[in-house]
T-cell receptor, first 112, second 115 residues
Framework: GDSVTQMEGPVTLSEEAFLTINCTYTATGYPSLFWYVQYPGEGLQLLLKATKADDKGSNKGFEATYRKETTSFHLEKGSVQVSDSAVYFC???????????FGAGTTVTVRA | NAGVTQTPKFQVLKTGQSMTLQCAQDMNHNSMYWYRQDPGMGLRLIYYSASEGTTDKGEVPNGYNVSRLNKREFSLRLESAAPSQTSVYFC??????????????FGPGTRLLVL
């Protein structure tokens, strides 16, 4: 079945550091890929998404590119802020389904 | 526009007790979902409702039942709570347009502790 594997955390960074969170997937066909973010004490919210190969999703300074050849959707931000401290989830929905499959989540803490 | 709301925020149960988690959305969405979140396991789908009047099992349905009361409301019931059901429960909704990459909108969660 479809699955998502993302790098384990926790990740601790200093402000203005570069952030990368790796995400790879297993799926048949052409899934849609997502990054959701969960800030402390809140529910998940969509950060960005991509629906076809080579698409780049971007939002709030974060970017991720849908790479079908490496089945990856790595999340990057060039200069993190304390307010980026959160849990980040990679997810996919398969090409013939709308349900989401989530990775385990990566906790990111940014120190001032 | 409150989005997706859940009640209660926090609940403590004893083993064997029952309870219902409530979820409502005001975005006129067709589809609704219940997930549980456990450390190191991400979110796992318990049940979902593609449209009013339909419900289907997700990945981890055992020990749960659901009711799609109307288009707005989707409740999750634990008939006889077990410690393994200690978790954070999230409700979500989506339009169900049939288009790729549909976004799901999540509620703030219910933290459940079963003793």
């Amino acid at each position: 079945g479809d699955s998502v594997t993302q790098m384990e955390g926790p990740v601790t960074l200093s402000e203005e550091a570069f952030l990368t969170i790796n995400c790879t997937y297993t799926a048949t066909g052409y899934p849609s890929l997502f990054w959701y973010v969960q800030y402390p004490g809140e529910g998940l919210q969509l950060l960005l998404k991509a629906t076809k190969a080579d698409d780049k999703g971007s939002n709030k300074g974060f970017e991720a590119t849908y790479r079908k050849e490496t089945t990856s959707f790595h999340l990057e931000k060039g200069s993190v802020q304390v307010s980026d401290s959160a849990v980040y989830f990679c997810a996919l929905s398969s090409s013939n389904d709308y349900k989401l499959s989530f990775g385990a989540g990566t906790t990111v803490t940014v120190r001032a | 526009n409150a989005g997706v709301t859940q009640t209660p925020k926090f609940q403590v149960l004893k083993t064997g007790q029952s309870m219902t988690l409530q979820c409502a959305q005001d975005m006129n969405h067709n589809s609704m979902y219940w997930y549980r979140q456990d450390p190191g396991m991400g979110l796992r789908l318990i049940y979902y409702s593609a449209s009013e009047g339909t419900t289907d099992k997700g990945e981890v349905p055992n020990g749960y039942n659901v009711s799609r009361l109307n288009k707005r409301e989707f409740s999750l019931r634990l008939e006889s709570a077990a410690p393994s059901q200690t978790s954070v429960y999230f409700c979500a909704s989506s339009e169900f347009t049939g288009l790729k990459g549909e976004t799901q909108y999540f509620g703030p969660g219910t933290r459940l502790l079963v003793l």
